[in-house]
């Protein structure tokens, strides 16, 4: 399983976009990019995923380098409510487990 | 649709007792598993089971941990003896194999060994 490079910890100002980078240098062709969070005291929750192209959804948007080796998630106007550890994860579609990392730690500041 | 349902939402018992944790999955997902997750890390897969049957069990410490899921929905996890590192708080996840929307995870039992 390819491994994730996140920062331990980010401050955004809130109603400001959050761009959270990974590197995934070592992802094979396939492979998706995934993202959770966890909110203090839950469990973790599925935000987006991706293979190539960027992808949107209403929680956010993923943005994958051309390359593969790196993607960044943008939440595009951060609140109070997205404090939470954000996880990069590497698998395949079908099948493969989560193998979860330290993950970066979002603030959103008032 | 409902959620991954978890209990007990607590526990705190002394080492060499033991506990169980239960689970009741997503109606319909085939796929079901157990994470451990110690405070400031990530959750570390323990188990996973497809219907009743187990997938993967390579990480879960199999002298003291056990694991079942009969007929397929719900699942327990237990532990005999506990010992002090088994503090963190255990998560429960399912998944459908028909649609990839990644895992749904409980909100976990938090267990502390004293």
């Known amino acids: 399983d390819a491994k994730t490079t996140q920062p331990p910890s980010m401050d955004c100002a809130e109603g400001r976009a959050a761009n959270l980078p990974c590197n995934h240098s070592?992802?094979?062709?396939?492979?998706?990019v995934y993202w959770y969070r966890q909110i203090h005291s839950q469990g973790p929750q599925y935000i987006i995923h991706?293979?190539?192209n960027n992808e949107t959804n209403e929680m956010a948007s993923l943005i994958i380098t051309e390359d593969r080796k790196s993607s960044t998630l943008i939440l595009p106007h951060a609140t109070l409510r997205d404090t939470a550890v954000y996880y990069c994860i590497v698998r395949p579609r079908l099948g493969g487990k989560l193998i979860f990392g330290q993950g970066t730690e979002l603030s959103v500041k008032p | 649709e409902a959620g991954v349902a978890q209990s007990p939402r607590y526990k705190i018992i002394e080492k060499r007792q033991s506990v169980a944790f239960w689970c009741n999955p997503i109606?319909?997902?085939?796929?079901l598993y157990w994470y451990q997750q110690i405070l400031g890390q990530g959750p570390k897969l323990l188990i996973q089971?497809?219907?009743?049957?187990?997938?993967?069990d390579s990480q879960l410490p199999k002298d003291r941990f056990s694991a079942e899921r009969l007929k397929g929905v719900d699942s327990t996890l237990k532990i005999q003896p506990a010992k002090l590192e088994d503090s963190a708080v255990y998560l429960c996840a399912s998944s459908s194999n028909k649609r990839d929307v990644g895992y749904t995870f409980g909100s976990g039992t938090r267990l502390t060994v004293v």
């Open positions: 070592t992802i094979s062709g396939n492979e998706y």
């Open positions: 109606s319909g997902h085939a796929t």
């Open positions: 991706g293979l190539k």
């Open positions: 089971f497809q219907n009743n049957g187990v997938v993967d």
